[in-house]
């Protein structure tokens, strides 16, 4: 498949193709997502029931879903991990940890600011330019809401998208490290980056 020729981005998602975005998410982040939600088939139904369409961008070919990039600004996330849907899967305390680990790890935005909190493109086909093709129509699109910064956070263990961010013009601001904390989630420090989306 020639994933260049054949990728259509689409903003907002049809209900049936949830599930195959929450199975992205998890591939992607299946080890930080491990260390909160477990077993995994728990883990991609609460993620499926938390997408909200309307803040995503999603690289569709032949009518699957090959990557996606969703967006927070001030209180709206792409992955609202709602309480009572996580309360449908584990108990009271369980689901209290699950949702407050999800809620401490969502950053404080500026009205001005706007940042992406969950991207991945379909392991078989990266590197075919569908994640700049992603990034690219969610920076049109972040220039034309009028927000004036876009950000966001990428690991240490990540460096190769680190190199496509830089590409396109986000820079380093802020290295935040957390040591030992998350060890188990497969990462010890992230980068903080921004670019500039008006003059």
């Given at each position: 498949?020639?994933?260049?020729?054949?990728?259509?981005?689409?903003?907002?998602?049809?209900?049936?193709?949830?599930?195959?975005?929450?199975?992205?998410?998890?591939?992607?982040?299946?080890?930080?997502?491990?260390c909160?939600?477990?077993?995994?088939?728990?883990?991609?139904?609460?993620?499926?029931?938390?997408?909200?369409?309307?803040?995503?961008?999603?690289?569709?070919?032949?009518?699957k879903?090959?990557?996606?990039?969703?967006?927070?600004?001030?209180?709206?996330?792409?992955?609202?991990?709602?309480?009572?849907?996580?309360?449908?899967?584990f108990?009271?305390?369980?689901?209290?940890?699950?949702?407050?680990?999800?809620?401490?790890?969502?950053?404080?935005?500026?009205?001005?600011?706007?940042?992406?909190?969950?991207?991945?493109?379909?392991?078989?086909?990266?590197?075919?330019?569908?994640?700049?093709?992603l990034?690219?129509?969610?920076l049109?699109?972040?220039?034309?809401q009028?927000?004036?910064?876009?950000?966001?956070?990428?690991?240490?263990?990540?460096?190769?998208?680190?190199?496509?961010?830089?590409?396109?013009g986000?820079?380093?601001?802020?290295?935040?490290?957390?040591?030992?904390?998350?060890?188990?989630?497969?990462?010890?420090?992230?980068?903080?980056?921004?670019?500039k989306?008006?003059?």
């Amino acid at each position: 498949m020639d994933a260049r020729t054949e990728i259509k981005i689409i903003k907002e998602l049809p209900e049936h193709l949830y599930h195959q975005t929450a199975e992205i998410i998890y591939e992607a982040f299946g080890r930080k997502i491990n260390c909160i939600i477990r077993p995994k088939d728990k883990a991609i139904l609460i993620l499926e029931r938390s997408i909200n369409p309307e803040l995503g961008f999603f690289a569709i070919s032949k009518g699957k879903v090959v990557g996606f990039l969703g967006i927070h600004y001030l209180n709206n996330e792409f992955l609202k991990m709602n309480f009572s849907n996580i309360n449908k899967k584990f108990n009271f305390l369980k689901s209290f940890f699950i949702w407050f680990l999800f809620r401490i790890d969502s950053p404080k935005l500026k009205k001005e600011e706007v940042r992406i909190n969950y991207f991945a493109v379909e392991k078989s086909i990266r590197d075919s330019g569908i994640g700049t093709k992603l990034i690219k129509n969610f920076l049109d699109y972040a220039k034309k809401q009028g927000f004036k910064t876009a950000r966001l956070e990428v690991v240490d263990t990540n460096p190769r998208a680190k190199k496509l961010y830089e590409k396109i013009g986000f820079s380093v601001k802020k290295i935040k490290k957390y040591y030992f904390l998350t060890r188990r989630a497969g990462f010890s420090e992230e980068a903080i980056m921004e670019i500039k989306l008006q003059n």
